[in-house]
Structures are given as C-alpha cells and as structure tokens.
C-alpha cells in the first residue's frame, strides 16, 4: 500500500488500524472467540507502516509469525484477518492458516523461524528471472537470527542477486528470551559479511523509518540485490498473551517514549487524530463484529483418515 | 493427584537433583517463564548453572547436546514446538543416532530431547503437528512417549540415565492429564509389562518403559484390542469404558511407551486372544506408527488376525479453525465407531 | 539399450527445452562434471542460465526452489546424497508440502527435489541411506520412485509437470540398470497399471505413476506376493527368476512407482490371488514403506492374508566395509530366502 | 600431537607421512582395495601439521570428509587408517565408518558438511564445564560457509564461551565448486560477525601456520571463548578420485608454488631429507601391506532385517 510521506494522517490511520486491531485481539482472546494464539504488534507499528509504505503491486511481502501489523500495512482486510483468527470460512485462508499461515495477493506468512527467508529468496529470484523488477519484503526478528536458514539465505540472495530488503525489527526479545543472551557479535555485520549491505535506525517514528526504508527499497529495486534494513523498535505487549517476563517500568518507560502513535499523532491536528481515531475504531470494531457473525468452514473434503 | 506434566517437572528435578553432568538446554528454559508448557519450571531457579536458554537454533541445540552427551554430560534438551523437530534431523539422524555404532561402540551419546507434539488447540499447522512418525526406525535412536498411567517422569528419568539418545514424545493435552488413582481404574484390570524391550545394533535394552495392558474388570473376553500411546491412550481408554457400558463391546487397550524400537509381544499377547487389533495414533495416518504395529501383528499371525484397521489423523496439514481440527483429528468418538465397525 | 540413468538425464534435457520455467539447483552441477552422479550431465551446457549450481545449503536451497515454484518457476533440485535430505526436512514438511493447503488451495507449489539414495557402494554411514521412509506419509507431498522397467524419464517429466511438490527417489545403483526390452522379459508377462493416484488432500491426482505387475509366463498360479520399488524391484524381478527356475516357487511381483500417496490396489489384486505378501525395501526396516504395505493388506484382506513379511536393511547404521555393508542390505540371495520361507 | 618446530625434521616428516599416505590411496585404489571413496588431503599438509602441532592430550579434535591428514597429523595409526578404508576388523572403526567417519581417542570426524560444528561446539562446553581447559580444533572447508549449522554453532559458541579453534582450509574449491561463486561477502567477517575473532593466513609453509596457530590456539586455552583460524591453501589432487575440473595448469602452477613438504625440505639437509623420505616411505609400505593382510570383520550382531 502507497502512502504519501505528505500526508500524515494517512500515516496516522494506518498506525491505528494496526493498533487497534491488535487491541481487539488481546481483548477478546480470553472471551474464546479465536482459535490458538497471537502475536501482538503493538508498539511496532511504525515499521510495517513505514517500510510498507513502500510496496508496490508487483511487490512480496513475507512475513512471520508476528504478521497481523504487516497484513495491515499491505492493505490487508481486518475482517479477513478476524475472521482468519476465529476459525471462520472469511478468513484469509479459511480458518485454515489462523494467526501465523496467511496468504493473499503478494503477502505471505509462516510460523516457523527462519524457514521464510530462503522462500522468500527464491520468490525475489523467480522474480527478477522472469524480468520483473521486484522487492520482496522479508520480515524477521531478533531472535531469528539464531536460525542456519537465514545464513543460507543471506549467502545465496547475495550470490545470486535476489531482490530481497531482509528487514529485521529487533524488538531486543526473542518471546522471553533478552537479545543480549540470544545474538552475539553484531547484527548489522551478520548481513555485511554476507555482502548484503546493512543499514540500522533506532526509531519508533514512521517519519524516520520511511525514507530510509524507501533508500534501500530503491537500492534493491534499481540494482535487484538484497539490502538488509535493522529497525530497534520496542514490544509493548507481551509475546502472545500474558506471557510478558519484563518489568512493568521498563515496559511503561517504553510506552512513554516510543509509542509510534503519539508521535506520529503529534503531526496531525487534534479534531483529525480524534476524528481518525474514531472512524478507526468504528471500522475494526464492524470488522470484528461481521467476522464473530460469519459461519464456520464447512466439513474439508477427507481422505482416508481410516485404513 | 499429579499430572503427567507435575510428574515430569518433578523428575527433571529430581534428574537435576541427583546427578551434576544432567544439563536442560533450550528456548525460553528461564524462570519464571520456564518454558513454553512449563515442563521446566523451577529449574533455573534451582540450577541456574545447569540451565541453559538458548536462541532459537533448533539444529544447533541438538548438535551441541549431543556434543556434550559424547563429552561425559547428560543433556536435555527441550524443542519448544514438536513441528521445529524437522530443523534438528539431520542431527537426530546423521550425528546423534550415528555415532555410537559407526565409531564401534566407543562412544556413547546420553542425549535426551524432549518435545511436546500434538493438536486440539488451534495453534493451527506449524504448531500442532505429532511429527514423531518420522523419526521412528531410526536405527541408534529410542523413542519414547510417557501416557497418563504409571510413572512419566520415571520413564523421563530413565532416558536421562541412559547411554543412547532417546527422543521423547510428550503431547500438550496429556500434560493436564491427571494420573489415575487405583480407585480411578476400579473398573479395569490393569497389566503392567517391562519387556526386555528390543535392543538393536547400537541401542541397549532399556530398563523401565513399561507396556500397559487394560481389561475391563469381570467383563466377557474382549473382541478386539486396541493399541496406542501418549494422549491417544488416554482417549482410548475413555472409548474403552464408554464401548463396554453403552454399547456393550468388550476390548482390551494396549498402551506402549517404547514406540522405538519396541517389542510387539505384549500387542500380540491380545490379538492372540481377541483377533482383532485397531491401531490408534494422533498423527497422520500414511506410514505411522499404527503401519508398524499392524504390519508386525499380521505378519506374527497370519490368517489368525481376523481384523486389523488403523485411526488416525487425516493425511492433510492440521488446521487451525476449531471444527475443522476436530475433524481432522481422532477422538474418542472416531474410536468409538472405528471399533463398532469391526466387531 | 538405454540406462535409468540416460533416461533421467534425457527427461531432464527434454524439460528444460520444453518450458523456459523449468530450472535445475544443486551442488556441482555444471559441466564437464555434472553433478555427483551425472543425472545433470550437458545440462548447463544446454541451457547455461537455467542451471544453477549451488552453495552447499541443502536446506536453504529446498527453500528456495519452492519460492521458485510458489512464482511461477518448475525447480527441479539434486540433493547431491539422499542422506543430506534430512537437513532439507523442515523446508520440506514445514514449508513447501503444506504451502498449498494451509494457504487455502490458493497457491501451487511445482517443485520437484530428486536425489539418489542407496548403498552397496561402500560409502559408509552418511552416505549409503535409503532415508525415503522419513519422509513418506508427509501430507501434500508426493513420492516417486523410478525402477528399470517403463520409463523412468517420464516418471520424472510428470513430476516436473506437476503442481505439487514431488520428493524423486533415485538409487544409485538403478542409475547402470538398462532398462530391459520386451525379448529381454521375454520370460515374463508384465502388466502396466495407471492407478488413479490416491488424491489426498492439498494433492491432485497423477497422471502418470505406473505400477506395473509381473508374473511367470504360462507358469502355474503364483502363492506370494513381492512388492517393491526402485533398485530393490530391480533386484526382486532377478530374484523372481530364479525362484520359478531353481525352486519352482512362482511368485508375481508387483512394483510401485507411486510411494506416496498411493493405492494398494495393484498389490490387493495380486495377494487376493496369492494370499501371501512380501514387501521388499532397501532402508531399514522399522517403520519401512513395507509396514505400510503390509498395513494397507492386511486391513483388506483379514484372515484371507495368510502369510506377510517385509524385507529390509538392518535397523542399524550401514557400515562403510564391504563385508559388513553386504550384510545390512537385503539383497536377490535374501529375497529368494525370505520366499522360501514363506510358501 | 606436539611438535617443536625447533626440529625441522620432525615437521618435514609429519608432512611426508600424510603425503605418503595419501599418495598410497589413490595410487591403489583403482586395484579395489579400498571401500567407497576418498578425499585426499595432499597440498594441505602444513594446515593438520601446523595446527595440531598445538594439540594437547586433553584436546579435541574434529574433522571432517578430508580427515586422513588430521587423523595422521593427530598422531593416528596409518595401519588403522588403511584398514578403515579397506573395511578391515583392525581399521579405526573396525570397518564401520570408512574414509570419512573416524573415532580414535579425542579425534573424531564425520562426513556431513557442517553438522560437525555444533557437536564440536557441544564437546568444548562440556570439557570447560567440567573444569578442563581445552582446545576443540574444528576443520571446515570453504564449502561449509553454506551450511546454516555452520552458523547456529559460531552464534553459541559465542555467547556460551565455548573453547573451540574453528579452523577453516579455504582450498578456493569445494569438489568442483571455486569459491567464488559459493561465498558470498568476506570470510573472517562471516566469524567476526558473531563475535568470534578470525585471523587469516595465506600459506602452505608450516612455518608460518604453526606460530599463528600457536597464538590462537593459547587465546582460546586462556580465555576459553572461540577462535577463527582461516587458512588460505591449495588442493593438489581431485576432489575424491578422478574428479577435478581445474586446468592442469593451475594445479601445476599450485604444486610448483605452494608445496609444503618442498618449503619445509628446505629447512632440512638433502641427506636428511633422503633418509626421511625413505623412511617414511617403509613405514607407509608396511602399514599398506599389513593392512591388506588383516581380516574383514566378523558378521555383526543382528537385530531383525526380517519380520
Ligand atoms: C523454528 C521455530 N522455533 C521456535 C519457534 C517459537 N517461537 C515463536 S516466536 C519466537 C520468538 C521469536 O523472536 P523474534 O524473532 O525476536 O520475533 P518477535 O517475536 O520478537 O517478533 C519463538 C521462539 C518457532 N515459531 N519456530
Ligand atoms: C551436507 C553435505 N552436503 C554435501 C556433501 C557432499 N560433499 C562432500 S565434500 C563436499 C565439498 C566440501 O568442500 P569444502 O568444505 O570446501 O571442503 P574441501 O573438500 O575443499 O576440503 C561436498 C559438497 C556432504 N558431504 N555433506
Ligand atoms: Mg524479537
Ligand atoms: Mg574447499
């Protein structure tokens, strides 16, 4: 999804409209209205919408298990994802997929570590081998940088010049696992030795994470090789649900300075962000309530769970 | 009461407790989170030394494990997931499962990993998967699953004391799983069997994994046995009692814990007399476990095997929408009609 | 006379020229070497961008090839040993298998990963395996196997043309097999089936995947069953001969190129005639394609299965001496006493 | 096995006695005495020799495919070493492993590219948390850059201070495949991404490999954390048997430059040299000899091939 830097209240919506998502995910979760578990993207709102800003039609966005921030940003449907989440035949895969499997357009999901980046590489590949001139935006954590897939991606998008911007929101905790005790050595030198050049911002501001997300999307779309972009972003919430290890301090502190949304809400006039804020909330509390109505998929067509 | 995952916990205490060279090793192992189902509890509070959190290198993880299992420690490692097993296979398979019988029985790898598997809670496909049909036939590599009878952390200590490298199958739903009283089995007749079970180039026999062999107490000869393990025994022990009061079909439930290699003689011990055999297994029902068990059963009787059917899983990935899984998986009902069907 | 191994080679050739989509990934596959086993032999000469020879990344390059395939592209990947497919295993199972069916039937994944398998050639441990058994029953994905009879480069160009992933089962000693022509099976009858191939969830059925079934000509009705696939039905037609020949014991053998997921019915045809099965594989035998086999009969059949037995390697790792490996692996001498046995 | 390069002679004849060794592979195996296949380590000589020169009794060696010259270099028995490979009861393993897969006190070696890095990994904790202090020497090829495992292992290696000397024998080729279209980016990058400090040497002099080694191989001793040792060197013979795709030019031009038993006879008087030469030439000869006279194992114990 195209959104103009000129425009900060596009921004702004986009920012919301993950948030409170996510909001009416957690809220609703102990209601037993959805399936399995969740990852929440509070709090890292900023890099979806500001990287993602960034992607055009022909674009590729794989994702991982922490994925509903950056369907969103691609233009993803709320009520689709609900309805994902609840098990619902809606569903952006018909309740097949649930929060982590999610497929649509260009955007893709998976739930285990490290196994996208190679996909996504051969996806960059196939891409530029059939002469278009694609970015395919991958998605990664901190913590997923413990995974021997990455590294052999890394080798082989290098060598093979895949169009891929490897992005990495390093939130500094892999579940409950600090960063410090996970990744060693240095993370932007763990994509330079590979010769994919790296570029690091700590920021939670959409207005600083989008034009140096839209430098590299050029540098790969002009010259079809990967660039990696390392975004320091923060985690409000807890890894899926209740599970959050850290102190309440150091979790308030972050909510203080790095909310993406104050600061970007800060750009748009009052009577705006509440109006915004408000149509916002209109529209994922519909899309909630449209998906809890849909039906459930009907029986799967079976093959021999008996012989 | 207990439940098998208090049983567990406690063992892996107990481990812990008894001999310094046992180490855990895995993701998010720390207090007070203690891992993702809580098997690990405690642990690093107790033996903060000996408990190692680890990034996410599922691959690695086993490596070094078994690394340190050829160097004089006894390793434990937890997957987090059952479904993240297919990252360490090649070390399960090709290094682990190897070493003792291609280095000449020189040295010995005590590894143990252990994995929840198993579905039922909407983690949808990359979560929810009983994956250990792959892995079993690994020559080298002993595969347990404790179920909800006798002792599970024994069986778990047991493979910890062990020379050669056991995977252990632990299911999600089986850990809340209450261990039965004598009182709560007065309706059946329980067998415990300790065979000696099958020690195969590069594996010794192994002392405590016991086969359990249920009747229903007083009832007329059973018709048909079934056999499984880890949670399925569990569901099938519930069928097992609801077949006999409401439907009046009398069976006997084999429930293995060795399901590699392992000795089908307490499996034969019932088809001998019932005739018929219904494997029962959550996993994916092409080459599971129940492919081995029936396949051992016919060819040991031959025309004297009246009847032999597998339940299991659907041959599809395991959805994440409620009635979908619940389709996909066996439950006690699908035990229920399997069964009808065949007596 | 043609070899396997030209026919592959060939089918390969007639792919890539056939569909500009069709791209070939793997360790050491330009010319003048062209790959380990020369199936990739005058391929990067033919069409120098379409070959791509890789890194050592057997995981990363599975991953790969099926982001290829999920855009567009037919990859068609040389694991350089079989053995090496374990550190493929989650891009396999966790990745490309489930793709289609967890994303909604919404997208395809035509990948193919073939790779030869198999030991008798001295190479020791990890790099003798037959670890196929490993990966049959994974839902949404198909296993072939071509053996020397038919042909086995259209086996390979359906795989290619198909939008599924295909896992491709090569033996390294099928590769010199030639492949017979009618005077040479002069002996024999030989019946050609197309089973509808079994279509599973998140699979299409195939179109071509023979199984073909062979019988003595003019001799008295047959009283087992063999099945097998790949080299060992190589093996298993010798031993066939010399069974009718030497002991009079006429058998018919039934060879599957369709390991999963498939229909017994070709070997249901044959054992309801014969009563008695064999199953016959060169990976170890726990947990084989056999117990499938033997599963699948005797589910069918009941007490009118008299007789079933598998044979496979040892349940132990394949060692590198010749002695020893001769050994481990089922061979014509052990078919032909495995039958004796048996009728 | 320590050696003290104060004796020239000492080195001169390790050297030789790899070299030998190997030349008596390839020589005889087209007669069929041997199982399977090889991977001769002739060229690289200098890298075992120097290296393990450093190799104290509680250390730990493993190797890899081409391990014949780490075995010997490690002070392992040519006889045991043909018998291995001729699938002999006296070989190292009995006849189980073969070429690639040797066990003999604290050496070990298997043929999976890159699944030996984690088990190293795994064996240098264990001997530290044990109280040892040792050296886990590791050899790797330029191939195994493209293993994740690779990775996974210098990531904990790292942050759990496990005492291991990765040493990597970049012989620019990886059986047919010339470094640089397998590895992308920068080598001693690829260690010091994690963490590790790498050190490079382009040399097959012995001279200059054992003190470099020496330094590194007392760092990891001392501190206890991992070490990179990459060494630039040349491969002389085919891949396996028969294999090799380069110009015969370029290997003549490698043999005249880089031989190491050439660079190191210098340092040792022509009669001397003479009188090594051939004994080393006896000593292989019988261990050849005696090898082929010793018996095939006896059947092993089995456990169900049939049921
Ligand atoms: C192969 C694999 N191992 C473990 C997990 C379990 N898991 C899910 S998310 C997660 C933490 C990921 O951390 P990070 O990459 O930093 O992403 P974040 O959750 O912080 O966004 C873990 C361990 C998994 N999904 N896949
Ligand atoms: C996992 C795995 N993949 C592929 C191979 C096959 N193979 C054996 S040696 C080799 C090349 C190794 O190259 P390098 O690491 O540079 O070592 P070198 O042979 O040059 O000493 C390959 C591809 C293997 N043994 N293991
Ligand atoms: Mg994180
Ligand atoms: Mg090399």
Redesign the pocket.
């Known amino acids: 999804m195209t959104i103009s830097v000129q425009d900060p209240s596009a921004f702004y919506r986009a920012l919301c409209r993950i948030r409170s998502f996510e909001e009416t995910v957690l809220e609703n979760f102990p209601k037993g209205v959805f399936f399995g578990t969740t990852?929440t993207y509070i709090g890292q709102e900023a890099n979806a919408v500001g990287v993602l800003a960034h992607c055009q039609p022909q674009d590729i966005v794989f994702s991982?298990?922490?994925c509903h921030g950056h369907f969103l940003a691609y233009g993803g449907d709320p009520h689709a994802l609900f309805a994902e989440l609840m098990g619902k035949s809606t569903g952006v895969c018909g309740g097949r997929g649930g929060s982590q499997h999610l497929q649509w357009k260009n955007f893709y999901s998976n739930?285990?570590?490290?196994?996208i980046t190679p996909v996504a590489t051969g996806m960059a590949l196939a891409e530029r081998l059939q002469g278009h001139s694609p970015v395919v935006f991958t998605f990664?954590?901190?913590?997923?940088l413990g995974?021997g897939a990455l590294y052999e991606s890394l080798n082989l998008a290098s060598l093979w010049h895949a169009p891929v911007l490897f992005v990495l929101?390093n939130?500094r905790?892999?579940?409950t696992t600090p960063v410090d005790i996970a990744v060693a050595g240095n993370m932007a030198a763990r994509f330079s030795a590979f010769g994919i050049p790296a570029q690091e911002l700590d920021s939670s501001d959409v207005l600083e994470i989008y034009p140096l997300a839209g430098k590299l999307v050029d540098e790969v779309r002009e010259t079809q090789t990967p660039r990696a972009l390392i975004l320091h972003t923060c985690?409000f919430g807890p890894?899926s649900k209740g599970d959050d290890t850290r102190s309440e301090e150091a979790i308030e502190r972050m909510k203080t300075q790095r909310d993406p949304l104050h600061l970007q809400a800060a750009r748009v006039n009052d009577e705006q962000s509440i109006q915004i804020r408000s149509e916002i909330s209109a529209e994922i509390a519909a899309a909630f309530q449209a998906a809890l109505a849909d039906p459930f998929p009907v029986i799967h067509a079976v093959a021999g769970s008996s012989i | 009461m207990t439940t098998v995952l208090e049983s567990l916990n406690h063992a892996l205490h107990t481990a812990m407790q008894a001999d310094p060279g046992v180490y855990l090793l895995g993701?998010?192992l720390l207090d007070p989170y203690g891992g993702a189902f809580k098997v690990a509890r405690g642990l690093s509070t107790a033996f903060p030394d000996r408990v190692l959190t680890s990034p996410?290198s599922?691959a690695g993880l086993v490596g070094l494990a078994s690394g340190m299992a050829l160097r004089g420690l006894r390793p434990v490692v937890e997957i987090?997931?059952g479904d993240?097993l297919t990252?360490s296979a090649d070390q399960l398979i090709n290094h682990a499962a190897k070493f003792r019988w291609m280095y000449n029985d020189r040295v010995r790898v005590p590894l143990v990993v252990r994995t929840p598997m198993g579905g039922r809670r909407g983690y949808g496909p990359t979560h929810s998967q009983s994956l250990e049909k792959h892995f079993l036939g690994t020559p080298g590599l002993r595969v347990l699953a404790p179920c909800d009878l006798g002792d599970p952390g024994l069986l778990l200590r047991q493979a910890i004391l062990e020379d050669d490298p056991v995977l252990f199958i632990e299911n999600k739903l089986l850990y809340l799983c209450r261990i039965p009283s004598g009182k709560d089995l007065a309706d059946l007749e329980l067998t415990t069997l300790n065979p000696d079970s099958a020690a195969a180039p590069g594996l010794d026999a192994q002392t405590y994994a016991p086969a359990y062999t249920l009747r229903m107490r007083g009832a007329p000869p059973a018709r048909l046995t079934l056999v499984a393990y880890g949670y399925m025994a569990h569901l099938a022990r519930q069928a097992m009692v609801q077949l006999a009061y409401e439907n009046e079909i009398f069976t006997e439930l084999v429930i293995l814990t060795q399901l590699a290699p392992f000795t089908i003689q307490p499996v034969l011990d019932s088809v001998q007399q019932t005739g018929r055999v219904l494997a029962i297994e959550e996993g994916s029902l092409s080459m599971g476990w129940g492919a081995e068990i029936v396949a051992r059963v016919a060819a040991a009787l031959g025309p004297r095997l009246l009847a032999s059917q597998r339940l299991a899983a659907l041959d599809s990935a395991i959805p994440a929408s409620g009635p979908l899984e619940a389709e996909t998986l066996p439950d006690t009902a699908a035990i229920i009609q399997a069964a009808k069907k065949m007596v």
């Open positions: 990852h991982n298990h922490r739930g285990i570590q490290g196994g990664i954590g901190d913590g997923t995974e929101e939130n905790i892999a579940q985690r890894h | 993701e998010d996410i599922e987090m997931f993240f990252l």
